[in-house]
Every structure is written in structure tokens, then in C-alpha cells.
């Protein structure tokens, strides 16, 4: 019923940027919750950055505060995470996830993983040293 595909992924160098994109579908895209996570090779899940889109407000994780940025396209029913200045450390499997709702706080919550109902398979991203 509800689908999230993520694209953008691939290999690129130190330092370099890339933009990966969540397209939603199945559901009504206003007034949810889009969040991007990420898990790097034998580590756990992480949050990564969220966006509410009924008013665009966000949250990131501090590794990636000052280089990464989400953004909307509400016409595509898409959430776009511009990467720049991206590390090796920052190679990892990508994966959006959607909800309705967040419980408690959202500024403390959003990056948290069980909060989120649906999610996409993920896209790799390889960052070279």
C-alpha cells in the first residue's frame, strides 16, 4: 500500500557530492514524516536526517549537520538529500523510511528507526579514500 523507492547512490571520491531521492507513493504525502537512515558495514542502523512535510521543519544527526540538506519536491512526492563533502565514514546503505506520525518529541524521535512504518530497500553509498 505504501512504497518508498530510494535512487542517487553509487561510488564517489572523498570530498565529492551526491544527491540520493526518496520517491513516496500510495498514500497521501502531506503531513508525514520522511526520514533518511543510514547503516555502514558492521555497524547498526543509524538516523541520518528527517523533514516533516507539512511544514518542512528538520532534524540531522550531528556527523552530518553542515553538509548534508533534505529538501522537497511536493509536485513529485519526492524528499532529496543533497550530500556534500562527503568521508569514507559516510559509506554506508541508505534507506528512507515514512511514518504518520512521530511519538513523544519529534526534535528527539524522528531519527529514531522504530518510529518509522515504511521504508525502501536502500541505496548504497561508497565514498573512496
Known amino acids: 500500500q505504501v512504497q518508498l523507492v530510494e535512487s542517487g547512490g553509487g561510488s564517489v571520491q572523498d570530498g565529492g557530492s551526491v544527491r540520493l531521492s526518496c520517491i513516496a507513493s500510495?498514500?497521501?504525502?502531506?503531513?508525514?514524516?520522511i526520514a533518511w537512515f543510514r547503516q555502514p558495514p558492521g555497524k547498526e542502523r543509524e538516523g541520518v536526517a528527517a523533514?516533516?512535510?507539512?511544514?518542512?521543519?528538520?532534524n540531522y544527526a550531528d556527523s552530518v549537520k553542515g553538509r548534508f540538506t533534505l529538501s522537497i519536491d511536493n509536485a513529485k512526492n519526492t524528499v532529496y538529500l543533497q550530500m556534500n563533502s562527503l568521508k569514507p565514514e559516510d559509506t554506508a546503505m541508505y534507506y528512507c523510511?515514512?511514518?504518520?506520525?512521530?511519538?513523544?518529541?519529534?526534535?528527539?524521535?524522528?531519527?529514531?528507526?522504530?518510529?518509522?512504518?515504511?521504508w525502501g530497500h536502500g541505496t548504497q553509498v561508497t565514498v573512496s579514500s
Open positions: 523510511a515514512a511514518t504518520p506520525r512521530i511519538y513523544g518529541r519529534p526534535a528527539f524521535n524522528a531519527l529514531l528507526a522504530y518510529m518509522y512504518s515504511y
Open positions: 523533514i516533516y512535510i507539512r511544514d518542512g521543519s528538520t
Open positions: 500510495g498514500y497521501t504525502f502531506s503531513s508525514i514524516y
